[in-house]
């Protein structure tokens, strides 16, 4: 009996497929860039918002490989959907919103903004996973996705890497920021608020 008890929580580790393992990589590199944005926040070394960054390119090379690999392997489950989108919004969703926390865009406007993109993210990966089935067509492959997916948010993170490369951060952020109502916007969140509205917007873009 105390064997078996031993046994038990190890039991969802050994349903694991291999694919399941390079999602947990994605997971854990979008993990890690929170944490390099926290020690940049400490420490006000630029080098760890390149490395935030890094992670999050890292994460989208796993997220990349669970699939292929799941097609080649053709075993694919609910769980390693589920799984799939979890890591997605902690390297896609959170991540990016926290590396432009950290590059500058702290006013309560921006932080709004950021909140709406994670929101609009997290909304855009249920809506998924409720009607993969039913986008699913031929070859039990989804033809289309509606809204942008979620990894899109790349682009916004190689911005930031670009702006911090440049040295725009903070007080130099482009486009410097607005004062409303006593509260400041840094126009650049603006892009965030973009990029969350495609997500959960209709529009129809082809799975290639």
Not at 15 to 21: N, S
Not at 39 to 44: G, I
Not at 133 to 139: D, K, M, R
Not at 155 to 183: C, R
Request: charged share 15%; hydrophobic share 50%; net charge positive.
């Amino acid at each position: 009996m105390k064997t078996q008890k031993l046994h038990k929580p190890f039991s969802m580790i050994r349903e694991f497929q291999l694919a399941d393992w390079f999602t947990l990589a994605n997971a854990i590199c979008g993990t890690g860039a929170l944490f390099s944005m926290l020690t940049y926040l400490q420490t006000s070394a630029i080098i760890h918002v390149y490395y935030a960054c890094g992670m999050v390119v890292a994460a989208l090379v796993f997220d990349v490989l669970d699939g292929r690999i799941a097609r080649w392997r053709q075993k694919t489950s609910g769980m390693g959907r589920e799984l799939d989108s979890l890591a997605d919004i902690i390297s896609f969703g959170v991540a990016p919103a926290v590396i432009a926390y950290g590059c500058g865009m702290q006013g309560l406007y921006d932080r709004i903004i950021l909140t709406y993109f994670v929101a609009c993210g997290v909304s855009r990966l249920a809506r998924y996973n409720v009607t993969a089935e039913a986008l699913t067509g031929v070859g039990n492959k989804v033809k289309y996705f509606e809204g942008t997916p979620i990894p899109t948010s790349l682009l916004l993170v190689v911005l930031m890497l670009w702006a911090a490369s440049q040295g725009a951060v903070h007080e130099s952020l482009w486009f410097g920021k607005v004062m409303f109502a006593g509260f400041t916007l840094h126009p650049l969140a603006l892009l965030f608020a973009l990029s969350g509205s495609l997500m959960i917007s209709r529009i129809r873009f082809p799975k290639l």
